[in-house]
């Protein structure tokens, strides 16, 4: 009870909004990606993807962290299914490119694109298990 004497109310979180959150700053990461990508050309390095996807990760998962701390029920079976979401999107990304995509692509293209949907994809998964923990 609070001072109030009404009950505090459990902050539900919106998948929806979670989803485009995430996705937004994903394309933040690989604008900033893509910027240090044409200063690095400059002085002979190569594109790595698997930086890009490393950098969109670093400034999307912020959002899903920020959920995190604010200390929800049930927060680590939550993280736990939005991880093995991110995980499993990644992989079969990653085998349905080596399967079907031509050899001429880079070998790190499937991987890359599941890591960007699967990133969102778990936040959605954090959302709805904790949504559905506050509501029992």
């Given at each position: 009870m609070t001072e109030s004497g009404a009950e505090k109310e459990p902050v539900r979180l919106r998948p929806w909004?979670?989803?485009?959150?995430?996705?937004?700053?994903?394309?933040?990461?690989?604008?900033?990606?893509?910027?240090?990508?044409?200063?690095?050309?400059?002085?002979?390095?190569?594109?790595?993807?698997?930086?890009?996807a490393g950098t969109a990760g670093m400034f999307a998962a912020d959002t899903v962290v920020d959920h995190y701390r604010a200390k929800p029920p049930r927060r680590r079976a939550a993280a736990a299914a939005a991880l093995l979401t991110w995980a499993g999107t990644t992989v079969l990304a990653d085998l349905v490119a080596g399967r079907f995509l031509p050899e001429t692509l880079p070998d790190s293209l499937g991987f890359f694109v599941g890591y960007l949907v699967g990133l969102p994809c778990g936040a959605v998964v954090f959302a709805r298990v904790v949504n559905r923990a506050s509501a029992v």
């Amino acid at each position: 009870m609070t001072e109030s004497g009404a009950e505090k109310e459990p902050v539900r979180l919106r998948p929806w909004y979670l989803f485009v959150r995430v996705t937004l700053f994903e394309l933040v990461g690989l604008l900033i990606w893509g910027a240090l990508t044409l200063v690095t050309l400059q002085f002979g390095s190569s594109v790595s993807l698997e930086l890009a996807a490393g950098t969109a990760g670093m400034f999307a998962a912020d959002t899903v962290v920020d959920h995190y701390r604010a200390k929800p029920p049930r927060r680590r079976a939550a993280a736990a299914a939005a991880l093995l979401t991110w995980a499993g999107t990644t992989v079969l990304a990653d085998l349905v490119a080596g399967r079907f995509l031509p050899e001429t692509l880079p070998d790190s293209l499937g991987f890359f694109v599941g890591y960007l949907v699967g990133l969102p994809c778990g936040a959605v998964v954090f959302a709805r298990v904790v949504n559905r923990a506050s509501a029992v």
